[in-house]
C-alpha cells in the first residue's frame, strides 16, 4: 500500500524500472508527480469498447468452482447470455435489432467435455432451457481422471429465433485429492465467493467463507507477542493478512513458523502476501513449498498495488502460472490502487482483485506532500483520481466491474475491499471515525465486495470496536449465506438529497437488505424499492434498526443520519 512504501521513502517505482516514463521521472499510476516534472499522458487507460452497428449476444461459460477435486464427482458450468452492443457475435446474423431479443423459446444447449490430450469425448449432455443472465448446467465429472490438467467444456447454442449456431468453451479442473496435509480453497464463479472445509472437525462439507480481517504488522506488531494472534481471533476476524518486511527472508521463518502453527490450531485463515518477491522466481517457488500444505494456508497475495508502481506488466501473469503449476489448490489475488491504469494486463494475474480507495480527509485535487495539483494525467494525491467522498470506494468496485465487462473476462474476477483504517500522515490529516469506517465497508459490500481486509491493524481503538462487532455480523452463517450465495442486487433509492446506498440478496423466503447514507444526515422520507415483495422486518442486524417500515415493494423510514449504516433482514410475501 501506498503508506507503507512512503514510510520507507520510496512512493514511486523507481525511475529505472518502470515503462512509460521519460527517463528520470517518478511517477504513481503511471502520473508524474513531482513540481519540477512535466505532464504527460500515462497511456495505459481501458475505454469502452466501440458500439456495434449489430445487436450483439455476449456469451460466457465457465465452471462453477474454479477447481473441482478427486472428492467431487458432480460439478457444474454456468453459461451466461447478456445482449449487448459491444461484445460478442451479431444475434441471429445481425437481422435482429430489437433489445429485448431473448425468446421465450428454449434454445438447443448441447455440450461436451473432453480430454484435449487424448482428443476423447468423456461427458456429453443435451438441454433446453430459456436464454437468462445465468443458467447452471449439472454434469457428472465421476468419469474424468483426477489429474493437474484441466478438461475442456465445449458448449453449442442454437437459438431458436434463428436456427444460428453459437460455439464458446471454457476449462474445468479435476484435481487429484491432496495427501500432503493442506488444504483447498475454493472460488464459488457464480457470486465469487470463497469455499472452504472446516478442517478442525474434519468436515468434507463445503461452506461459504466472507473473509473479514485487515492487513496486519507484522514487524511493527504481531511478530512481538505472537499470542495476539488468539487475540485476533477472538475479535471475529477469520483471516489474517500478515505484512512482510523487504529482503529475504521477508519474515524470520522460525517465529514465521510459529505464527502458522498457531492459525492452524485455532482455524484462523492466511492470506500469503509475497508483495515483495513475486516478481523473483525462485523467492517466490521457495515461499510456495514452504507453505502451500499448511491447513490454515487460504490463499496467496501477490503483487501489491503494481499499478501504482508501474511493475512490469507481465509480472502478475508470470507469478500466477508459476504459483498454479506448484500449488493448483488455492487461488491468488492481488491489490490494485489506480482508477484506470493498465488494469487489463495487471487484473490478469489474479483470481481475486482487492480493490485499496483511501478517501477519507485527503485533498483529491492538491497535493500537499508534493505541492502540485492532481488530476487525470498529472500528480500523486494519495487517492487516484477520487472524488474525496465515501462512494469513491464504491465507485471504484463498479469501474472495475465495467472494466471486466468491456473485457469479456469468464470466470468474471472477483473483487474485495481495502477500507481505510488509517490517518494522520501524508495524505491523510486523520483517521476514519468508526461511522465512516463502517460505511466504507457497507459501500464495499453493497457494491459486490466478496472480502473485507482492511489497512492496517493496528488500527483506532474505535475504529478497531466498531470492525469488531461489524465482522460478528457479515461472518455469521447466517449473513454470509446471503452474501455468497445469491447475487447482489442494487436498489432503487429516492432519498431527495441524501446519497443513500441500498443492494438486497434474496434466498428463500428471506430478502437481506443493506442501506448506507454515505453524505449528509436527511430528514426526508427515504424509499428504497425492493426487487420482491415482502411483508414485514424478521430482524434487524445492524443499525438501530427503529422506524424502517416493509411492504409490498417498499422499505422505508423518515430520515436517515449521516453514514448511517442499517442491515435487516425481510420476510418475503
Ligand atoms: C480429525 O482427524 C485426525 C486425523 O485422523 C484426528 O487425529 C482428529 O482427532 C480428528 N478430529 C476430529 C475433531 O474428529
Ligand atoms: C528468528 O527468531 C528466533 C526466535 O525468536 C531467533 O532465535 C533467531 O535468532 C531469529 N533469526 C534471525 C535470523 O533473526
Ligand atoms: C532472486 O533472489 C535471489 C536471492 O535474493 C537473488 O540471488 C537472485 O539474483 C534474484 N533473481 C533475480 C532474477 O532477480
Ligand atoms: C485542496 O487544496 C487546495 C489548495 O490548497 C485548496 O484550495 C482546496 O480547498 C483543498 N480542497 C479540499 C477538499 O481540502
Ligand atoms: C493536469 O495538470 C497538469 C499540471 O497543471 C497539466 O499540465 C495537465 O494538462 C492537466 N491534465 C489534464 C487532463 O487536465
Not at 500528480?379 to 472524488?387: A, F, L, M, P, S
Request: with cysteine; aromatic share 10%.
Amino acid at each position: 500500500m501506498v503508506l507503507g512504501l512512503l514510510l520507507l521513502g520510496r512512493l514511486s517505482a523507481s525511475a529505472d524500472d518502470p515503462f512509460n516514463n521519460p527517463p528520470g521521472v517518478d511517477i504513481w499510476c503511471g502520473k508524474a508527480y513531482r513540481p519540477e516534472d512535466a505532464a504527460f499522458d500515462p497511456g495505459g487507460w481501458l475505454n469502452a469498447p466501440e458500439p456495434s452497428r449489430f445487436l450483439l449476444l455476449d456469451l460466457r461459460v465457465f465452471p462453477r468452482m474454479s477447481v473441482y477435486t478427486a472428492d467431487d464427482s458432480e460439478g457444474s458450468f454456468i453459461l451466461e447470455a447478456r445482449t449487448s452492443r459491444t461484445r460478442g457475435i451479431p444475434y441471429c446474423s445481425g437481422n435482429i435489432q430489437r433489445h429485448d431479443v431473448f425468446s421465450v423459446d428454449p434454445v438447443e444447449l448441447a455440450f461436451e467435455v473432453s480430454d484435449a490430450e487424448t482428443g476423447r469425448t468423456l461427458v456429453t449432455g443435451l438441454e433446453a432451457p430459456a436464454l437468462s443472465i445465468s443458467h447452471e448446467v449439472s454434469i457428472s465429472i465421476g468419469d474424468l481422471m483426477p489429474r493437474f490438467a484441466p478438461y475442456t467444456i465445449n458448449v453449442k447454442l442454437i437459438l431458436p429465433d434463428c436456427d444460428q449456431i453459437y460455439t464458446t468453451s471454457t476449462k474445468i479442473f479435476r484435481l487429484p485429492r491432496r495427501d500432503d496435509g493442506g488444504g483447498v480453497t475454493k472460488i464459488d464463479q457464480l457470486y465469487g465467493g470463497l469455499m472452504v472445509q472446516d478442517y478442525l472437525s474434519n468436515s468434507t462439507e463445503w461452506k461459504p467463507l466472507f473473509p473479514f480481517s485487515y492487513y496486519v504488522s507484522w514487524g511493527g506488531w504481531l511478530e512481538q507477542d505472537l499470542t495476539q494472534v488468539d487475540a485476533f481471533k477472538a475479535a471475529g476476524y477469520n483471516i489474517i493478512h500478515v505484512v512482510p518486511g523487504g529482503g529475504y527472508p521477508p519474515v524470520n521463518w522460525t517465529t514465521f513458523e510459529q505464527f502458522f502453527d498457531l492459525c492452524d490450531e485455532l482455524g484462523l485463515w492466511v492470506m500469503y502476501d509475497l508483495r515483495h518477491t513475486y516478481q523473483n522466481r525462485t523467492l517466490l517457488s521457495d515461499q510456495i513449498s514452504r507453505f502451500a500444505s499448511r491447513k490454515s494456508l487460504l490463499l496467496w497475495y501477490t503483487a501489491d498495488e503494481p499499478d501504482g508502481h508501474c511493475d512490469p506488466l507481465e509480472a502478475p501473469k508470470t507469478a500466477l502460472g508459476r504459483i498454479r503449476e506448484l500449488d493448483p489448490w488455492h487461488p491468488v489475488s492481488l491489490c490494485l490502487n489506480c482508477a484506470n491504469f493498465h488494469y487489463e494486463e495487471y487484473s490478469a494475474g489474479a483470481d481475486i482483485i482487492l480493490s485499496d480507495v483511501y478517501p477519507v480527509a485527503v485533498n483529491t485535487s492538491y497535493s500537499e506532500v508534493y505541492g502540485t495539483v492532481c488530476n487525470t494525467t498529472y500528480g500523486c494525491c494519495g487517492c487516484d483520481n477520487c472524488e474525496g467522498r465515501l462512494s469513491d470506494v464504491s465507485d471504484r468496485l463498479d469501474a472495475f466491474r465495467r472494466y471486466q465487462d468491456w473485457l469479456g473476462t469468464a470466470p468474471p474476477k472477483s473483487f474485495w475491499g481495502v477500507p481505510q483504517a488509517f490517518g494522520d500522515e501524508m495524505f491523510w490529516r486523520r483517521n476514519p471515525t468508526p461511522e465512516e469506517e463502517v460505511a466504507m465497508v457497507a459501500l464495499s459490500v453493497n457494491h459486490d465486495a466478496k472480502g473485507i481486509v482492511g489497512w492496517i491493524y493496528p488500527t483506532t481503538d474505535s475504529i478497531a470496536a466498531a470492525t469488531r462487532a461489524l465482522a460478528r455480523v457479515v461472518t455469521s452463517e447466517e449473513i454470509t449465506a446471503f452474501l455468497l450465495g445469491s447475487s447482489t442486487q442494487s436498489l432503487e433509492v429516492h432519498s431527495p438529497p441524501a446519497a443513500v446506498d441500498a443492494a438486497a440478496w434474496v434466498r428463500e423466503s428471506k430478502m437481506l437488505v443493506s442501506v448506507v447514507n454515505s453524505g449528509r444526515a436527511t430528514q426526508a422520507r427515504v424509499s428504497i424499492i425492493l426487487p420482491e415483495m415482502v411483508v414485514g422486518i424478521a430482524a434487524s442486524k445492524w443499525g438501530d434498526g427503529s422506524g424502517w417500515k416493509a411492504a409490498g415493494r417498499e422499505l422505508s423510514r423518515n430520515g436517515l443520519g449521516k453514514y448511517e449504516v442499517d442491515i435487516v433482514v425481510l420476510d418475503l410475501a
